[in-house]
């Protein structure tokens, strides 16, 4: 006999602010590429809220955009958008 899992609830309210770190080897284009990727998921994106992060060595970008998350399935649609992306190694 199946049980019914209630559906979890989230844990984020909506709207709210919602800081992703994205990561990627530091080559032209990668900030705007995902700056281009929020946009469409978050039209009022502020590309001026960027914070950027270089690794030690230089090679990596750390690239913190901030959105304003309406839902559990925007997030998860703009997380799936950026991990795809070829120039993104990691979302968190």
Same mark, same amino acid.
């Given at each position: 006999?199946?049980?019914? %899992?209630?559906?979890? !609830? $989230?844990?984020?309210?909506?709207?709210?602010?919602?800081? @992703?770190? +994205?990561?990627?080897?530091?080559?032209?284009?990668?900030?705007?590429?995902?700056?281009?990727?929020?946009?469409?998921?978050?039209?009022?994106?502020?590309?001026?809220? %960027?914070?950027?992060? !270089? $690794?030690?060595?230089?090679?990596?970008?750390?690239?913190? @955009?901030? +959105?304003?998350?309406?839902?559990?399935?925007?997030?998860?649609?703009?997380?799936?958008?950026?991990?795809?992306?070829?120039?993104?190694?990691?979302?968190?």
């Amino acid at each position: 006999m199946k049980q019914k %899992i209630p559906q979890q !609830e $989230s844990l984020i309210e909506y709207p709210s602010r919602f800081p @992703i770190k +994205v990561m990627g080897v530091r080559v032209d284009g990668l900030v705007h590429a995902i700056t281009q990727i929020a946009h469409q998921f978050d039209p009022h994106f502020d590309a001026a809220t %960027i914070e950027l992060r !270089e $690794s030690k060595g230089g090679k990596y970008l750390g690239v913190t @955009i901030t +959105v304003t998350a309406t839902s559990r399935q925007q997030l998860d649609e703009l997380y799936r958008s950026l991990s795809t992306h070829p120039m993104v190694k990691v979302v968190l």
